[in-house]
């Protein structure tokens, strides 16, 4: 049978623009299958790091996102006690769990971050000696999404993604809503790819 996959499709908010010198503020993942189908959710609140700053322009933007602001930062819970439980909860998926955002290199970079300091584990999986709780490099939306689009790369931002592959969800900035769309963007694109078909002939072998 073919292997099994869980995509952990993940969207951050933080007070800045890196974890070396900010906080991440909240975050949520959508677990799903190649298909879109939901098998779990997790969402966090975050407290700030205290040895962190908020960066200006970053809170100058929030000032315009009263509502997005106020879901980020209510019932903040340490992190250090958050990411262990995230981490326990991304073992409990069924199968491969592979890490996805858009990009991956936002997202990804401050879960990594969160995750190695506070879990002792990676958004990464490779050859570390530490607890793999994904598999391989994960999956990067904006990458995807533009390559498969077959548009230029100065026009591969997310922005651009009809809407209707998002299932209508407009993006907020509230972690799990934002998630939830990207889930169905991913499952969107692994429709339209050779993917779905690839899987389900492999699974018809098995029948």
């Known amino acids: 049978m073919s292997e099994d996959v869980t995509y952990v499709v ?5 007070d800045g623009p890196s974890p070396l010198r900010s906080s991440m503020l909240s975050f949520a993942s959508v677990a799903c299958d190649v298909k879109g189908r939901v098998v779990d959710e997790f969402e966090a609140v975050l407290r700030p790091r ?7 322009d970053t809170m100058a933007w929030w000032q315009t996102q009263p509502d997005a602001w106020t879901q980020a930062t209510t019932d903040p819970e340490p992190p250090e006690l958050v990411m262990p439980r995230y981490a326990d909860w991304v073992e409990s998926l069924p199968g491969f769990r592979v890490f996805a955002a858009a990009p991956i290199v936002f997202d990804g970079l401050w879960m990594d971050h969160y995750l190695e300091n506070f879990a002792g584990t990676r958004v990464l999986g490779g050859p570390f000696k530490t607890r793999q709780i994904f598999k391989g490099g994960g999956v990067c939306l904006y990458t995807m999404a533009g390559a498969m689009r077959g548009a230029p790369y100065l026009n591969w931002g997310m922005q651009r993604v009809p809407a209707e592959w998002y299932g209508h969800i407009v993006h907020t900035h509230n972690a799990i809503e934002d998630a939830r769309g990207f889930a169905n963007v991913l499952a969107k694109l692994f429709s339209l790819s050779s993917t779905l078909d690839y899987i389900e002939a492999s699974e018809s072998n098995y029948r």
């Open 10 to 14: 993940t969207d951050i908010e933080a």
């Open 50 to 56: 205290g040895d962190r700053a908020p960066d200006p």
